[in-house]
T-cell receptor, first 113, second 116 residues
Framework: EDQVTQSPEALRLQEGESSSLNCSYTVSGLRGLFWYRQDPGKGPEFLFTLYSAGEEKEKERLKATLTKKESFLHITAPKPEDSATYLCAVQPTPIQGAQKLVFGQGTRLTINP | DGGITQSPKYLFRKEGQNVTLSCEQNLNHDAMYWYRQDPGQGLRLIYYSQIVNDFQKGDIAEGYSVSREKKESFPLTVTSAQKNPTAFYLC???????????????FGDGTRLSIL
């Protein structure tokens, strides 16, 4: 069964304190791994797509990396506005051509000023 | 601006009542999806549609129904058969799966459904 586990469930940091969020996955063939940011009461906002082990993507203070079993979202010198829930999703090899994503439960990140 | 519009933002359902959640997109995407989000859980797929007049059940389709009469619209009906409908419902869209390096799904801002 395809499965995605994110850790930790919640993380509280001081402004400027760098850290990493983890997304571990077991899937029957990986077509892509997606990172989203979700603010309270809003829909997920797309951040990155990673397709193969060794790939890295960066955007402002965020950097996503991918291995064969997990992905990390590194946050460098975070600011309070980076506070959100970060979701990881994987796309297994499709059945019937559908883009069916499997989501983790998310990591709730809080950055204190 | 291109995007996905969900309405209403908040919805209340009485016992035995069916309610319909609206989802409209102007991104010209072929595929559309409905997810349910509960506290502490990942998004779970209810239904998806890859093309007009076609849709498939996701992982938790029982108690829900959909239609796809237009490319832009994918309404979700929560029927009285869904005994635990209280949740945050998210609609998403994407270009159709093309085999590799697919474009991500884009989401609306959700509808929060509660029981009266």
């Amino acid at each position: 069964e395809d499965q995605v586990t994110q850790s930790p469930e919640a993380l509280r940091l001081q402004e400027g304190e760098s850290s990493s969020l983890n997304c571990s996955y077991t899937v029957s063939g990986l077509r892509g791994l997606f990172w989203y940011r979700q603010d309270p009461g809003k829909g997920p906002e797309f951040l990155f797509t990673l397709y193969s082990a060794g790939e890295e993507k960066e955007k402002e203070r965020l950097k996503a990396t991918l291995t064969k079993k997990e992905s990390f979202l590194h946050i460098t010198a975070p600011k309070p506005e980076d506070s959100a829930t970060y979701l990881c999703a994987v796309q297994p090899t499709p059945i019937q051509g559908a883009q069916k994503l499997v989501f983790g439960q998310g990591t709730r990140l809080t950055i204190n000023p | 601006d291109g995007g996905i519009t969900q309405s209403p933002k908040y919805l209340f359902r009485k016992e035995g009542q069916n309610v319909t959640l609206s989802c409209e997109q102007n991104l010209n995407h072929d595929a559309m999806y409905w997810y349910r989000q509960d506290p502490g859980q990942g998004l779970r797929l209810i239904y998806y549609s890859q093309i007009v007049n076609d849709f498939q059940k996701g992982d938790i389709a029982e108690g829900y129904s959909v239609s796809r009469e237009k490319k832009e619209s994918f309404p979700l009906t929560v029927t009285s058969a869904q005994k635990n409908p209280t949740a945050f419902y998210l609609c998403a869209s994407s270009p159709r799966d093309r085999g590799s390096r697919n474009q991500p799904q884009h989401f609306g801002d959700g509808t929060r459904l509660s029981i009266l």
